[in-house]
């Protein structure tokens, strides 16, 4: 065998090898958050982000609950942004990385003065990653060759949610939601050989991996006078990962149970502590075998408060904290993430345009020479037709 078809040879059985291995440690990645099968945003509405995710089960533009959405009393269409900046420091220096998510989008319509309907898409897991790394191929006992390699995943797992709800009497408020599980991977390995760009040409594979799978949901809300309690549960079935039209393997939807309590007694405001349960495990069978989904808590305590008034414009104050462990291990070690936030928001053209702001700083670590931090800017704007 020649020399080129040699080193040609070589990446070939990388990309196979790394094509199929989804999961890989944090050195591969560079990045303790994006491990496995992509980092969580949360699924909430910026409005809940502001007050670190508390009021997500009374939040009706934050797919958790179905029951929330019965609190709109209009028609109403939701769009958000969110771009993170993460930068990413271990022994081997600092790595710095901007990704731009959309994590929501929502359109509710009442029906009738007691039922809602609501359908949109958010992003239960994004994995969009990028890393480079030089490394040497010995060719035989004498020559070798430097070889730059580039891994790159572009993609999301998103949940397609059609939910209704019912409010029987002004203080309850009862919902169900169907789930559809839907999105893709765009897999990616380059080899480039620097140093000889005469001899050896550069190779690139690419695979697209799919996933399909449904869950269904239930939430109940509780109104008194000055208290809110809320209460929500996803039930998961099955979740295939496909290639093309080829099924490669399957596993569950993860199961996700919550609640959270709020105090309302000032006007316009609310007060809350949440908690969740998230069994991201179910899907540890849909990679190789070095993967490991956690089973994890997700906690967080916050508040969304009428402020100042600007003539006719009330503007709402935000904050909060969260601490959680994110869904896969990152070289064996569980990540974790504890993030503050702010945020404000307020309303335009008669109350049709709704605008809100929220700013998350998040510290992730984990038993590694490593740690992470990021700053997330979400912007959420909402208009009532």
Not at 37 to 61: K, V
Not at 62 to 69: F, G
Not at 328 to 340: D, L, T
Request: hydrophobic letters at 40%.
């Amino acid at each position: 065998m020649t020399r080129p078809s040699l080193a040609r040879a070589i990446p070939c059985a990388l990309v196979l090898a790394s094509l199929i291995a989804l999961p890989a440690a944090a050195r591969a990645q560079s990045n303790l958050s994006v491990q496995g099968f992509g980092y969580p945003p949360g699924q909430f509405s910026t409005r809940a982000e502001g007050s670190g995710g508390a009021i997500a089960e009374m939040d009706p533009l934050s797919p958790v609950n179905p029951a929330s959405i019965a609190v709109l009393g209009t028609r109403i269409v939701y769009f958000q942004i969110e771009p993170e900046f993460r930068s990413v420091t271990s022994a081997g220096g600092s790595d710095h990385t901007t990704t731009n998510r959309y994590p929501n989008v929502f359109g509710a319509m009442p029906i009738g003065s007691r039922w809602t309907v609501a359908l949109g898409s958010s992003t239960l897991l994004d994995r969009t990653s990028s890393t480079s790394f030089n490394t040497t191929q010995h060719l035989d006992p004498v020559d070798s060759v430097l070889m730059a390699t580039t891994y790159k995943v572009e993609g999301a797992m998103n949940d397609v949610r059609f939910a209704t709800a019912f409010a029987p009497r002004s203080w309850l408020r009862l919902g169900v939601g169907l789930h559809g599980i839907v999105g893709h991977n765009l897999v990616s390995l380059t080899e480039a050989f620097p140093n000889d760009s005469l001899e050896f040409s550069q190779f690139t594979q690419q695979r697209m991996l799919g996933f399909r799978g449904t869950a269904v949901s239930a939430g109940v809300q509780l109104a008194s006078k000055y208290v809110v309690a809320a209460f929500s549960a996803r039930k998961g079935n099955a979740l295939h990962l496909s290639s093309e039209d080829t099924l490669l393997t399957s596993a569950s939807v993860p199961n996700e149970f919550g609640g959270s309590i709020a105090y309302t007694g000032i006007a316009n405001s609310a007060i809350s502590v949440r908690a969740t349960r998230d069994d991201w495990s179910s899907l540890g069978s849909l990679g190789a075998p070095g993967l490991k989904g956690v089973d994890a808590w997700d906690t967080s305590v916050g508040a969304d408060l009428a402020g100042p008034r600007f003539g006719d414009q009330l503007v709402f104050l935000r904050g909060g904290f969260r601490t959680r462990t994110l869904p896969f291990q990152a070289a064996g070690q569980n990540v974790k993430e504890n993030s503050f936030s702010g945020g404000l928001g307020t309303s335009f053209a008669n109350s049709r345009v709704l605008t809100d702001l929220a700013v998350i700083y998040a510290a992730r670590t984990a038993d590694l020479s490593a740690s992470e931090h990021a700053w997330t800017i979400s912007l959420g704007i909402s208009v009532r037709p």
